[in-house]
């Protein structure tokens, strides 16, 4: 496990937390970009990101970036964005080996934090505008990536199922936002993003490595403290959506082989520990009671699941069936979470739903990733719980609670992708 965790806080609105463990042979870094998600701004910040860790002004081309990064032995630079509850959240990932693993001594981890800051504060730009043919090939990647999110039709129901969910919430838009605002971007406008987003954005920054980096705090401060007119307007990182007052039902055909249907619960119960527990027990495991009852002994499905998003605090349950099956399962699913809502709940189910968080607690720290994605999730909390503490809140919870965590379920949306018959192609048509 961790052998040191500290975070720092540069300012009310940036903050460096450093994560050492000796096992690693690489230095990671992270820094993530949070702002509440918006549909205006989604897709130009996205794009921004995907830029400004391509190239910048010293490396003005992504070959010449890359060339750069095979030097320093591999380095990696890259971003990702993601939404947590109503924030999108841009990432900038760097890694490298650790310097005593260099062969001639070089100091590789500080040309990579170099190259960076360079990426974020000095980009590949000028008058204003990202470079030209840079931005139209990142924007076309972009296009791409929001036209795949529908032919990952899993990923696409649940996306759906957001979108009625959460109503006039943040939290309903994609992360990467639309087609039409992706389409329409130009490179003077996405580098306007760019600088409101640091100018606006909360800022943690993550380092992981086998050892201590001392200068780094302050090499981070001294950055930020130049972007210039930062104003940071203060926003929630957990913020709960309110029940429906009767569940919504949206029905969607598309041409595909396989059903998929979704289901959407609120609660309000004060305890996460329970609703995560009660989530696990009722589809988080091959011992659950939908994976056990509703797949394995009624067979209505390919995979049937639950799954709790705690910043909005809705859990939701999606399976893939057929469209002869799509009533009895809804009734299915409400059934095993009736069952648990009137005790149905077996000493050996609380044990298996345990033993997976126990195994789940147990990664952590596996990966450098899996270090920043514990603690920056105590951080969103306000708590600086251990994955062992974090266990031992778990193993606290009882049978009541569970109970107590199942009944104030809310049924709030379903999402059904219906199979659409596809038309034939007639005989000498392409």
Same mark, same amino acid.
Do not use: W
């Given at each position: 496990m961790t052998t040191s965790y500290h975070r720092i806080p540069l300012s009310e609105s940036i903050g460096f937390t450093e994560i050492l463990d000796p096992k690693f042979k690489t230095n990671a870094l992270r820094i993530q970009l949070i702002q509440p998600l918006s549909p205006e701004t989604a897709?130009?910040?996205?794009?921004?990101?995907?830029?400004? @860790?391509?190239?910048?002004?010293?490396?003005? @081309?992504?070959? +010449?970036?890359?060339?750069?990064?095979?030097?320093?032995?591999?380095?990696?630079?890259?971003? @990702?964005?993601?939404?947590?509850?109503?924030?999108?959240?841009? @990432?900038?990932?760097?890694? +490298?080996?650790?310097?005593?693993?260099?062969?001639? *001594?070089?100091?590789?981890?500080?040309?990579?934090?170099?190259?960076?800051? *360079? =990426?974020?504060?000095?980009?590949?730009?000028?008058?204003?505008?990202?470079?030209?043919?840079?931005?139209?090939?990142?924007?076309?990647?972009?296009?791409? =990536?929001?036209?795949?999110?529908?032919?990952?039709?899993?990923?696409?129901?649940?996306?759906?199922?957001?979108?009625?969910?959460?109503?006039?919430?943040?939290?309903?838009?994609? =992360?990467?936002?639309?087609?039409?605002?992706?389409?329409?971007?130009?490179?003077?406008?996405?580098?306007?993003?760019?600088?409101?987003?640091?100018?606006?954005?909360?800022?943690?920054?993550?380092?992981?490595?086998?050892?201590?980096?001392?200068?780094?705090? /302050?090499?981070?401060?001294?950055?930020?403290?130049?972007?210039p007119n930062r104003s940071v307007p203060d926003f929630p990182f957990l913020s709960p959506s309110p029940a429906k007052p009767e569940p919504v039902t949206v029905r969607e055909a598309l041409p595909v082989n396989q059903c998929k249907m979704v289901m959407a619960w609120k609660t309000a119960y004060p305890s996460r520990y329970a609703v995560k527990l009660m989530a696990v027990l009722l589809g988080g495991t091959p011992s659950s009671k939908l994976f056990a009852n509703v797949r394995e002994k009624m067979?209505?499905?390919?995979?049937?699941?639950?799954?709790?998003?705690?910043?909005?605090?809705?859990?939701?349950?999606?399976? /893939?069936?057929?469209?002869?099956?799509i009533e009895t399962t809804r009734n299915a699913i409400q059934q095993q979470l009736d069952s648990i809502c009137s005790g149905d709940i077996s000493d050996e189910e609380i044990r298996n739903a345990l033993m997976s968080i126990h195994n789940t607690m147990r990664s952590i720290g596996d990966t450098a990733s899996s270090y920043i994605t514990w603690y920056f999730g105590q951080f969103c909390r306000g708590t600086k719980l251990t994955p062992t503490e974090e266990e031992e809140q778990y193993q606290k919870v009882t049978k009541e609670e569970i109970i107590a965590a199942a009944k104030s379920m809310q049924l709030d949306t379903i999402y059904i992708m219906e199979c659409k018959e596809q038309e034939e192609t007639p005989h000498g048509d392409n």
């Open positions: 897709s130009a910040c996205a794009l921004a990101a995907d830029l400004a @860790t391509s190239s910048s002004k010293a490396y003005p @081309t992504n070959a +010449a970036m890359n060339q750069k990064l095979h030097l320093l032995y591999g380095a990696d630079l890259s971003c @990702t964005i993601s939404k947590q509850g109503d924030l999108q959240i841009i @990432t900038l990932r760097a890694s +490298a080996i650790a310097d005593r693993y260099a062969l001639n *001594g070089e100091k590789v981890f500080d040309e990579l934090v170099d190259i960076l800051m *360079g =990426c974020l504060l000095a980009p590949n730009a000028e008058n204003g505008a990202f470079d030209e043919t840079e931005f139209r090939i990142k924007q076309s990647n972009l296009l791409d =990536c929001i036209d795949a999110e529908i032919n990952e039709k899993r990923k696409y129901a649940l996306q759906q199922t957001y979108n009625t969910a959460y109503t006039n919430e943040p939290a309903a838009h994609s =992360c990467y936002g639309t087609r039409e605002k992706a389409a329409s971007l130009t490179s003077s406008g996405v580098y306007q993003a760019f600088q409101k987003l640091l100018q606006q954005a909360k800022i943690e920054v993550f380092f992981v490595g086998p050892e201590s980096q001392p200068t780094l705090p /302050g090499k981070f401060q001294d950055a930020f403290s130049a972007i067979s209505l499905c390919y995979y049937c699941a639950a799954n709790y998003n705690e910043a909005k605090q809705t859990m939701f349950v999606d399976c /893939g069936i057929e469209t002869e099956n």
